[in-house]
């Protein structure tokens, strides 16, 4: 893709492809293992690199993501590697403010209220060239991994995206961004709309930048049921695969694989698995061979260790990995955390939780 000047790089040669092999379906050596928020302040290195640094300001910052992204692969032989970033980006370039308030979380101080308000967002199109520094990150990052792992490349989903952009930060219920799916459907199909055209060149120009497979974060699946979903999110999760894909072809770019991660969207698994995505992602909340029989074995499922099992001993870990790897079984699988690693987790559990994968994995194949 010409539009942000990368794609054309010769990046150094990859030399751990098993994540991407169990991504796309093939028989992989042992299971690979990655975490969700693997780049985290559970990690005194972070947190001396984020200290006294705004939180958007480092996202902006090439040379602090990657050296947040490599982090983690310094202490453990992970076999994926997630750039340092944020879905709140995405909004943010289309010209919200958003701030990211210490020990509180992100805040918009001028969240979308009224329908009118969709009109101070920018033009989906200007979204590529406000994001420049995603790229940028994006190519350092897969510069300086020199070929260990697979870079991975994400977004929010447009849903998760509305959630922040109306309630103007976390919310327990949901409700001002429920309010519009009941009251305003045709604004809201605007809004995400507007977000799926923002995402799609985005995701486009992360592949272009490097990123070697991407992940959609629909983290605020649970608050719609199945009605809902199948009504705002999933039509919109299906749509960013297709054109990315297509997208990606377009621009004489190779497919990267994709996943879908809809934290508590158990009540769509079926409808996730038929989504576009290679790989679903699943939450600790769903019970690993239900989850298989459920989608069959057309996709590779990631999950799903309840991240709060860190708290556990190294040895009780080591057990529920056990568990964990034979109930998804060896193949078209790809080993992580239900969700993401808390910052008062102990740095030698997470690394207990991924040499277990890697052991049990190999002596279940000898099996
Ligand atoms: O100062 C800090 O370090 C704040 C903590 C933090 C971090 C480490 C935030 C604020 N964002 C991030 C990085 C981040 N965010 C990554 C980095 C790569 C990695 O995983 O190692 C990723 C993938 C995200 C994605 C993200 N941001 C999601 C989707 C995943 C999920 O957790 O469900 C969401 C919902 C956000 C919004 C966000 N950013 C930060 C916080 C605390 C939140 C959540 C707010 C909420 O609870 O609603």
Redesign the pocket.
């Known amino acids: 893709m010409e539009a942000n000047g990368f794609g054309l790089q010769n990046f150094p040669e990859l030399k751990n492809d098993t994540f991407l092999r169990a991504a796309w379906g093939e028989e992989t050596d042992y299971t690979p293992v990655w975490c ?6 559970y990690l005194p290195e ?1 947190r001396e690199t ?1 200290a006294a640094q705004d ?1 958007f300001s480092t996202c902006r910052s090439p040379e602090a993501c990657c050296e947040l ?1 490599l982090q ?1 692969l310094r202490r453990f032989p992970l076999d994926a590697a ?7 980006v995405v909004p943010q370039a289309l010209g919200m403010e958003v701030i ?1 308030v ?1 020990g509180k ?2 805040s918009f101080p001028e969240p979308l209220r009224e329908e009118r308000d969709l009109e101070r967002l920018r033009d989906p199109a200007a979204v590529v060239s406000e994001l420049g520094y995603v790229f940028q990150a994006i190519t350092l990052t897969r510069q300086q991994l020199a070929g260990r792992v697979p870079l991975i490349g ?1 977004a ?1 989903a447009p849903w ?1 995206l509305m959630t ?1 952009m109306i309630e103007g ?2 919310s327990s219920t949901m409700a001002q961004a429920k309010r519009w799916l009941y009251q305003r459907p045709q604004a809201s199909h605007k809004l995400l709309g507007t977000l799926t055209d923002a995402l799609v060149p985005y995701l486009i120009g992360q592949v272009a930048a490097g990123a070697q497979a991407l ?1 959609l ?1 629909e ?2 699946a649970g608050h719609l049921g199945s009605e809902l979903f199948g009504k705002f999110a999933l039509p919109y999760i299906r749509d960013v695969a297709k054109r990315v894909k297509a997208g990606l072809q377009k621009a004489g770019l190779a497919p990267v694989p994709m996943i879908i991660f809809a ?1 508590d969207g158990h009540f769509a698994l079926e409808e996730l698995a038929q989504s576009g995505y290679e790989v679903v992602g699943l939450d600790w909340t769903v019970a690993p061979k239900k989850a298989r029989e459920r989608v069959g074995k057309m996709v590779t499922l990631q999950g799903n260790l309840d991240p709060c099992a860190l708290y556990a001993s190294e040895e009780e870990i080591g057990r529920l990995v056990q568990q964990m790897l034979d109930e998804f079984g060896p193949q078209r699988y790809i080993a992580n955390l239900g ?2 690693l808390y910052p008062d987790m102990d740095p030698e559990h997470v690394g207990a939780f991924v040499d277990a994968v890697h052991k049990h994995s190999r002596l279940l194949r000898q099996n």
Do not use: E
Request: proline fraction near 9%; aromatic fraction near 18%; charge should be positive.
């Open positions: 969700m928020r693997q780049a985290g302040r972070f984020r939180f992204t983690p997630i750039i340092f970033s944020d879905i709140l990211m210490p979380g992100p994400f929010g998760t922040y930060g976390s992940q974060f983290s605020h934290k969700h993401g």
